[in-house]
């Protein structure tokens, strides 16, 4: 006897998201497709949903940050979620305890999702097989920062209407990012020709075999890319160990009006935020009228919104 | 006088090359005898009689790279422990390094660590001292007075000599004593917050990563040295192609220069971090596969003179963080052999060579006599089957520590007893 038919839904089918890496492009548009829908909704004067209504989500951050936090928390109180925010960087727990300890702790609490940032790669997934509730990676170390490159590209596709065949050019400091690690996976794996540009100091070794392109030159790392995704210098890095200074960087590396002439007449510019002005970006580009900049913020939260609501069809009693 | 005749072996001797049938005769604390080809001798009335059913006998294995916990750091391991784990393994002599707490650097340290090592390990233990006071690489302890106390070389352990001068003058001084000076240097400079090799797998997983530069330019330097002042020098753990270059121009030159290579190096690559296993954060760390068959073979044409465990018992305490954050170090004395016997099976050296860089090479260096099946050596033996299928469960190591980078992984190779001076440490099959 045949079951009767059933709507095709599409499942998310991962408990936790930890990485970009081992998503298959069908995952990935489906988040992509649910964060679509995810950013209408936020627009509408009701922004209220219940997926997550009775669910408990911890947005826990060993390491500092305003924005992406904001954004997380947003997303979960739109679904309904009870969200706590535990800034680990400045309590207690810092020191003498464990990362696996506090895991455990929390984890003693029954949350349901927990959102977690760690300066060191590798350290969500850790944390995710100590706890039995669903993980989010908010950025670990230099590894992964998948949110973000979610939001960047539904930011392209919502603009260019496409992914595949776009020429992507990531500029700034790629040894020390993990937006850009996730970049790379992300627009590869939906075929985006991604082209890095750096100095070769702020490119790690073997970064070829990732399936991109390198470039050390600005005008030939820009030339007719559709996309110009800037990266933030971090300020320790400004001052002669990695570049000899600001204004030699942003001289050679900062993007200005000039150096985006190199691109396409219509390319998009992007920033994960937040910005240096006048290191990595010029003002008047930033708020250009080729600059995304302020769209990726709104996406990013339709985007958690769509992870969160992805992996809540993963909770017990869901 | 205590006798066991072990009959129907197959007798691999290192010292001299030789494998071949035979049996092999204990008398009290040595060999007493050694009978190649087939034929029995006799023995003595009230000898305990082994029958190998073909296994090998060969000379205990001596380990010159071991850290203990003793002293100071005792729940990760003691000389009981470690004791019981090298007896397993199928060693019978281990150095110990001098980074402790307290450090390794004066004649009543070397005394008790000897003292307690007697009173409380299975197997032989011998420590090494540091080469400078405190490991503060600035002022050279008392070479002279430690070897006669019993330090069998000299080591800063874990730990770098970066002055140039310093180790100029070690090596010259060490030298009218005969003193082997023991380094693993790492150019702290260049290795940076590296904490795996760099390359490729490091920047996948986001982690960063130390260019096996920061080994190979202090190696260069130190080669330099040995060849200037004409010390004693044995470069502890090399892992890379070019490192082995370095050593065999050293050699060509006839410097008194010698390696060891862990068997983490020649069993294991960066790979094998996977997602992001702290067991395998390792220093040096682990290389790239093309290095790693560049220190296989190093072994086979003799390159490497020795093979250690770089046994480095670490706890949840120190291991269960992020990669980056974890300490470096793994156990090994109860898996040294069973991994390095993988390069036999795969065929890349053959028994006697990888037994000569396990037990001939590293007792040479020390100037002892065990490492050979020869009458009137040091009863140090192991019996051996070549092909005895294991698996490494972590909960059945003996050492305190389980920080073992094999768990879990297939072993083809078991050691089914121990002898140390005629005694019996360990016994498979009891």
Not at chain 1, 225 to 240: C, K, S
Not at chain 2, 134 to 150: D, H, I, P, V
Not at chain 2, 271 to 298: C, H, K, V, W
């Amino acid at each position: 006897m045949n079951a009767p038919e059933s709507p095709v839904v599409l499942t998310f089918p991962h408990r936790h998201l930890l990485g970009i890496e081992g998503l298959l492009p069908p995952d990935i548009v489906s988040l992509l497709d649910r964060a679509d829908e995810a950013l209408e909704f936020g627009r509408q004067v009701e922004k209220k949903k219940t997926a997550l209504r009775g669910r408990t989500q911890i947005n826990l951050f060993f390491e500092a940050s305003t924005r992406t936090q904001s954004s997380f928390e947003l997303a979960g109180k739109r679904l309904g979620a009870d969200v706590m925010n535990m800034a680990v960087a400045n309590s207690a727990l810092k020191k003498g305890e464990t990362l696996v300890d506090t895991a455990m702790t929390l984890n003693a609490m029954r949350p349901d999702i927990l959102v977690v940032r760690h300066a060191s790669a590798g350290a969500v997934e850790l944390l995710s097989h100590k706890v039995s509730c669903s993980v989010i990676n908010a950025g670990d170390g230099a590894h992964e920062h998948p949110t973000q490159a979610l939001l960047d590209a539904l930011t392209i596709r919502r603009r260019k209407g496409r992914i595949d065949g776009l020429t992507v050019a990531i500029c700034g400091d790629i040894a020390h990012s993990r937006v850009a690690r996730s970049n790379i996976i992300l627009l590869g794996t939906l075929g985006a020709r991604v082209r890095v540009v750096a100095p070769s100091t702020l490119l790690p070794a073997g970064i070829d075999r990732l399936g991109v392109e390198v470039h050390t030159d600005m005008a030939t790392g820009l030339r007719d890319a559709d996309i110009v995704m800037m990266l933030r210098l971090q300020r320790e890095r400004m001052t002669g160990n990695s570049v000899p200074s600001v204004r030699e960087y942003f001289h050679f590396f900062g993007l200005d009006a000039a150096k985006l002439a190199h691109a396409k007449p219509d390319a998009l510019v992007m920033h994960p935020g937040p910005m240096n002005r006048g290191v990595e970006i010029d003002s008047d580009v930033a708020d250009g009228a080729q600059s995304v900049i302020r769209d990726q913020v709104e996406i990013g939260v339709a985007v958690r919104m769509a992870v969160l609501e992805a992996l809540a069809a993963h909770l017990p009693n869901a | 006088m205590s006798a066991i005749l072990f009959t129907n072996a197959r007798l691999v001797d290192p010292a001299s090359g030789r494998e071949g049938s035979g049996s092999l005769l204990v008398t009290g604390d040595v060999i007493g005898g050694v009978h190649w080809g087939g034929g029995e001798t006799g023995a003595p009335g009230g000898a305990e009689v082994v029958d190998c059913a073909g296994a090998v006998v060969a000379p205990g294995l001596v380990d010159l790279r071991v850290f203990v916990g003793e002293p100071g750091a005792e729940h990760r391991e003691t000389f009981a422990s470690a004791g019981r784990a090298a007896a397993a393994g199928g060693v019978t002599t281990i150095v110990t390094m001098p980074d402790t707490d307290p450090v390794i650097d004066d004649i009543a340290l070397v005394d008790f660590i000897a003292r307690r090592a007697r009173d409380e390990a299975a197997v032989r233990v011998y420590p090494s001292a540091s080469v400078t006071k405190g490991l503060q690489g600035r002022e050279m302890t008392e070479f002279g007075l430690l070897r006669e106390a019993g330090a069998v070389a000299f080591t800063e352990g874990r730990r770098t000599i970066t002055h140039a001068g310093l180790m100029r003058n070690a090596l010259t001084y060490a030298r009218d004593f005969g003193g082997l000076i023991m380094h693993l240097g790492i150019d702290p400079d260049l290795h940076g917050d590296g904490v795996m090799n760099e390359g490729e797998v490091a920047t996948r997983l986001g982690l960063p990563g130390a260019p096996k530069e920061s080994e190979i330019v202090i190696l260069e330097r130190d080669v330099r040295l040995a060849a200037l002042t004409g010390g004693r020098y044995h470069a502890a753990s090399v892992t890379c192609a070019q490192s082995l270059d370095i050593i065999r121009r050293a050699k060509n030159e006839g410097l008194d220069v010698t390696c060891g290579a862990s068997i983490n190096h020649l069993s294991l690559n960066e790979n094998d971090i996977g997602p992001y296993r702290t067991f395998l954060r390792l220093s040096p760390p682990l290389r790239s596969e093309d290095d790693r068959q560049a220190m296989i073979a190093g072994l086979a044409d003799g390159t490497i003179d020795v093979i250690v465990s770089d046994h480095d018992p670490q706890d949840v305490e120190t291991k269960r963080h992020p990669f980056a954050e974890a300490a470096d170090g793994a156990v090994g004395l109860e898996t040294m052999l069973a991994a390095a016997l993988r390069l036999v099976h795969n065929g890349d050296v053959d028994l006697p060579t990888l037994m000569r860089a396990m037990s001939a090479r590293p007792a040479a260096l020390l100037g002892h006599d065990t490492g050979k099946l020869a009458a009137g050596a040091p009863a140090d033996l192991i019996v051996l089957d070549p092909d005895e299928p294991w698996i490494c469960d972590t909960d059945m190591l003996r050492s305190r520590s389980k920080n073992t980078p094999f768990e879990g992984a297939r072993f083809q190779g078991a050691v089914q007893r121990t002898v140390v001076a005629g005694r019996t440490v360990s016994n498979y099959a009891l």
